[in-house]
């Protein structure tokens, strides 16, 4: 892969896609998103990934989207850019693998949508997240409206968008935007943990729980259910089922071979 503004890298199956773009706190523009389409392509493809993380350095997960890019736009130029933000935003929460966004410094509006978008947030004590778009005149236009409210509720949702100020590491676990708070200097070895438990849990598994959930989200409870209920009974065809369950019963610690 041939790749500027990000570094891709694979480690024991665990992919770590670090935005690069320091100067500009790793502010996403269309160079940017395709290059993150571009390995999030490669995490789905390469079997031998099995976790995804998404980081940005010390000072910034991601900034937002590029603001002196959008300051250029007009109405059909906001649509391309939500179009290939919506297209990479699919393409990461639908990913059949987990994803872990490690979050330092801040994580604002459209680098916060991409972390609503990773199936668990992990973040430094520095963290600050936002969605400032208010204040700029516009509104989330990659999800957050969307996806904010359904993971922390309407009320917490609406106090962010519509103030648009930010918010420290503390506020964010307290409203549920966030899964943990670890120190700066051990963000890396907590999501190295935390990727590493869940390249010991049953792959599809995992994948089933994620699609029940995220799926479940957008249909009728009674729906989601039967779907539930699908998922449940086709894991019943796998070997990690009956390893999990012999190794139960054999009181010994399971091996998954994500079959
Ligand atoms: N788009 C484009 N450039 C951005 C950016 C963004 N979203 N966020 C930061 N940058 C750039 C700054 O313009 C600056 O570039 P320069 O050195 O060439 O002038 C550089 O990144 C460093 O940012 P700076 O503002 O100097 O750092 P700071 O520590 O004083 O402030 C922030 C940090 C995050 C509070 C501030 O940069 C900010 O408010 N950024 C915009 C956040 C935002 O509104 N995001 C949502 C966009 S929809």
Not at 49 to 73: C, N, P, Q, Y
Not at 97 to 107: D, F, L, Q
Not at 123 to 132: K, Q
Request: net charge neutral; hydrophobic share 40%.
């Amino acid at each position: 892969m041939n790749l500027k503004y990000i570094d891709f890298r694979q480690e024991n199956g665990v992919a770590w896609i670090q935005f690069n773009r320091p100067d500009k706190l790793n502010a996403l523009n269309p160079n940017v998103l395709k290059e993150l389409e571009t390995a999030l392509v490669r995490c789905e493809e390469d079997h031998i990934i099995r976790v995804i993380v998404l980081m940005g350095h010390e000072r910034a997960f991601i900034a937002g989207t590029d603001i002196e890019h959008m300051s250029k736009g007009d109405i059909n130029s906001a649509y391309d850019l939500t179009d290939l933000v919506l297209r990479v935003h699919e393409r990461l929460s639908d990913l059949s693998k987990p994803t872990i966004a490690a979050i330092s410094g801040y994580a604002l509006g459209g680098g916060l949508e991409l972390a609503l978008c990773c199936d668990l947030r992990i973040s430094a004590e520095n963290a600050v997240f936002g969605f400032p778009e208010i204040t700029l005149g516009i509104i989330p236009g990659g999800g957050g409206t969307q996806r904010l409210p359904r993971l922390v509720g309407i009320g917490p949702a609406t106090e962010l968008i519509f103030l648009g100020e930010m918010i420290n590491a503390d506020k964010a676990k307290q409203i549920g935007l966030i899964n943990k708070i670890v120190p700066l200097g051990s963000l890396k070895s907590e999501v190295q943990a935390c990727a590493s438990k869940l390249k010991e849990r049953p792959a599809l598994g995992l994948r089933a729980a994620k699609n029940a959930m995220r799926r479940g989200l957008g249909i009728p409870l009674k729906e989601g259910l039967q779907m539930e209920q699908s998922l449940f009974c086709m894991l019943f065809g796998t070997e990690d089922q009956k390893e999990g369950m012999s190794a139960f019963l054999e009181k010994r610690k399971p091996v998954y071979k994500g079959k």
